[in-house]
């Protein structure tokens, strides 16, 4: 074999790929967001079973930009999901990671047909022709949005914290007493999702202090993914 020549380039060297720091910040960005989106969408679109139509037309603005920011709290929360995952380093178990993974990728999903359904309520509502035919498609729309919201994607919600809750109670990468919250938290959502939209805020919460843990703990976390380093 003829040796390389003077003028062939050396391979570049390869690196591993790691997140960047600034992903830790995904959790507080969606915490924001999301709730920002959750308050404007149940303070300005009543939840009761009124007929009346209204509202569409008086709260389009505020409805219009919860709709528009859904799609920034699907990218943060892709993100902050990916900054969990890195977090349980060598740790990682299949069939935790399956559930954890479905069920928020099930939340989000629920998130954005709640929020398609609510841009759709205020883009058709100018071009009605029939009142009370359009009257009945605004009260089939809201309690589409609002049963995706409370019965579907809360209760996802309550899964991907149980399931993120047993992770850190078995390898340790979290506090014990946050675990034990998550748990309380997801039952309560479990229980009672459908009886108020406001009850929603308990997750964006919840992923805001699950943010600034893992903020403050970004040197611990790093360890998990040398072996030895922790026993």
Do not use: C
Not at 132 to 147: D, I, Q, Y
Not at 163 to 189: C, D, E, F, N, Q
Not at 191 to 217: E, K, N, Q, Y
């Amino acid at each position: 074999m003829s040796p390389p020549s003077q003028h062939e380039k050396p391979a570049r060297a390869l690196r591993q790929l790691s997140a960047p720091r600034a992903a830790g910040l995904a959790g507080v960005v969606f915490a924001v967001l999301f709730a920002t989106v959750l308050i404007l969408i149940r303070t300005r679109m009543p939840e009761g079973g009124q007929d009346s139509t209204d509202w569409v037309e008086s709260q389009r603005s505020a409805i219009t930009t919860a709709t528009a920011l859904m799609p920034f709290v699907g990218i943060s929360f892709l993100w902050f999901t990916g900054v969990v995952r890195d977090g349980f380093g060598r740790y990682e178990d299949r069939f935790f990671l399956s559930v954890f993974l479905g069920s928020g990728l099930l939340f989000l999903a629920m998130m954005f047909v709640a929020t398609a359904v609510a841009a759709g309520l205020v883009a058709s509502h100018s071009g009605a022709t029939d009142p009370g035919a359009h009257a009945e498609l605004m009260n089939f729309g809201k309690r589409v949005m609002l049963s995706a919201t409370k019965t579907y994607a809360l209760r996802m919600a309550a899964v991907f914290m149980i399931t993120l809750a047993t992770i850190w109670l078995k390898t340790r990468v979290m506090p014990r007493w946050l675990a034990v919250m998550s748990y309380l938290l997801a039952v309560g959502l479990l229980i009672a999702a459908d009886t108020s939209m406001w009850l929603a805020l308990a997750f964006p919460a919840w992923v805001l202090v699950v943010s600034g843990l893992i903020l403050a703990r970004s040197g611990l976390l790093a360890q998990l993914h040398t072996p030895g380093a922790i026993d």
